[in-house]
């Protein structure tokens, strides 16, 4: 599973790819109006410089699982792919509907998280943490500090994701004493590095990611990493 940095040559501005936290509606103000299928890799190309501005945004970890499974795993999952690759993984029938408790278990046992699916896989990982320095990183609960942070590249935020699962307000319903101690183990660096409250369901981060310099690994702007081209000469 690769991390996907999509470069906006145009903005000279480079979005580390984070599912489940407003992905969709933040390619769709990248690409524009235009653009059919925000997802197609055919918007996606390379290069972009070591360093360009980057940016991404974050979620609770609690409420990102949740997300995750609901739309992936669970009883009304919609997307079929991602969910025959989970299924085949862990060994289910495709008819099966895994719990939450199971899908978290499924995912603490892995042994290479970065092999986990990008939907399901800890955040810090997504964003390479640690190698990946981002000018900017927002969090999905405060998406007025994120559009702030795009206006000063002429974006503006319209709309929401169709890809709604209301976790938040599902949180409740899913997660007991067996859950809660799952995405701990699970996402254990993901609330430290931005700043979550490890015992709280629905806790907001005020942790401030701003850096003056952005550096992008040279394997993540060239090879087989993509980035992001819009059909205008992007």
């Not at 609770?60 to 079929?80: E, I, M, Q």
């Not at 609960?141 to 000063?152: P, S």
Request: hydrophobic fraction near 35%.
């Amino acid at each position: 599973m690769t991390v996907r940095v999509l470069y906006c040559k145009k903005l000279r501005l480079a979005y580390i790819n984070n599912p489940k936290v407003a992905c969709t509606t933040i390619k769709r103000a990248l690409l524009g109006p235009m653009a059919k299928n925000v997802h197609n890799h055919d918007h996606f190309y390379k290069p972009a410089r070591k360093n360009s501005p980057a940016f991404s945004v974050v979620r609770n970890p609690f409420s990102r699982a949740l997300s995750a499974y609901l739309s992936k795993v669970g009883h009304d999952r919609r997307d079929p792919i991602v969910w025959k690759l989970y299924y085949e993984r862990y060994g289910y029938q495709r008819d099966d509907i895994p719990s939450f408790c199971d899908f978290l278990n499924d995912l603490n046992m892995t042994e290479n998280k970065m092999s986990i699916d990008p939907h399901f896989r800890p955040q810090h990982l997504n964003l390479q943490n640690g190698r990946i320095v981002p000018s900017f990183v927002g969090k999905i609960e405060n998406m007025e500090e994120v559009q702030q942070f795009l206006q000063g590249y002429g974006i503006e935020l319209k709309g929401k994701s169709k890809n709604v699962t209301n976790a938040l307000g599902k949180l409740n319903m899913y997660y007991g004493e067996e859950e809660i101690k799952a995405v701990k183990l699970l996402y254990m660096e993901d609330f430290d590095i931005y700043g979550y409250d490890i015992n709280c369901l629905n806790s907001i981060s005020d942790k401030v990611i701003v850096n003056k310099n952005s550096s992008i690994p040279k394997e993540y702007v060239s090879g087989s990493h993509c980035f992001l081209k819009r059909i205008f000469g992007w």
